[in-house]
T-cell receptor
Framework: AQSVAQPEDQVNVAEGNPLTVKCTYSVSGNPYLFWYVQYPNRGLQFLLKYITGDNLVKGSYGFEAEFNKSQTSFHLKKPSALVSDSALYFC????????????FGAGTTVTVRA | DTGVSQDPRHKITKRGQNVTFRCDPI?????LYWYRQTLGQGPEFLTYFQNEAQLEKSRLLSDRFSAERPKGSFSTLEIQRTEQGDSAMYLC??????????????FGSGTRLTVV
């Protein structure tokens, strides 16, 4: 079984401040981890993924995420948030034993104030 | 081919009516997926195809739901006798069978269904 938890429904930060969106996961095998962003009435846009290799993954729009196996976490980070980063963010996991299904968290709404 | 296309973007229907959605994947992608997203939740897996074969169906996909991908290209998702609980965003995605070097899925913009 595979699942993801995003413990915060909302994150509010001021523009220029660091942004962190938390994600923890549970899988029975090796995790494949993803972050997606969704703008209103739009589909999901891929930000970054971790499959293997370096624990720090760099992705689109200045985002990065750190894979921590001991804490089963994959937190999304951005050093300096922009107002345009305001959106809904989803963490997703795929168990290495299946090659087709992603399980998503409930999402975290990020609001960056000017 | 710039991405995954879904049609219509919005659909309002009366309870009990049938609806059909269409998804056109990225042309070189042999896998196509359907997900459902309700308000305040992440997307939930419904079903997927590899070429024209439907390989997996979620328990969320009741007998009123049917999906097809007749020629391994576009796909349709039909909901018969719609219920208010079917109101959701229906997302289509496509990918190559091998995920290793790719971003995994590419999602469409979704079809928002409202059952009144």
């Amino acid at each position: 079984a595979q699942s993801v938890a995003q413990p915060e429904d909302q994150v509010n930060v001021a523009e220029g401040n660091p942004l962190t969106v938390k994600c923890t996961y549970s899988v029975s095998g090796n995790p494949y981890l993803f972050w997606y962003v969704q703008y209103p009435n739009r589909g999901l846009q891929f930000l970054l993924k971790y499959i293997t290799g370096d624990n720090l993954v760099k992705g689109s729009y200045g985002f990065e995420a750190e894979f921590n196996k001991s804490q089963t976490s994959f937190h999304l980070k951005k050093p300096s948030a922009l107002v345009s980063d305001s959106a809904l963010y989803f963490c997703a996991v795929r168990d290495g034993s299946n090659d087709y299904k992603l399980s998503f968290g409930a999402g975290t709404t990020v609001t960056v104030r000017a | 081919d710039t991405g995954v296309s879904q049609d219509p973007r919005h659909k309002i229907t009366k309870r009990g009516q049938n609806v059909t959605f269409r998804c056109d994947p990225i042309s070189e992608h042999n896998r196509l997926y359907w997900y459902r997203q309700t308000l305040g939740q992440g997307p939930e897996f419904l079903t997927y195809f590899q070429n024209e074969a439907q390989l997996e169906k979620s328990r969320l996909l009741s007998d009123r739901f049917s999906a097809e991908r007749p020629k391994g290209s576009f796909s349709t998702l039909e909901i018969q006798r719609t219920e208010q609980g079917d109101s959701a965003m229906y997302l289509c995605a496509s990918s190559l069978a091998s995920w290793g070097s790719s971003s995994g899925y590419t999602f469409g913009s979704g079809t928002r269904l409202t059952v009144v």
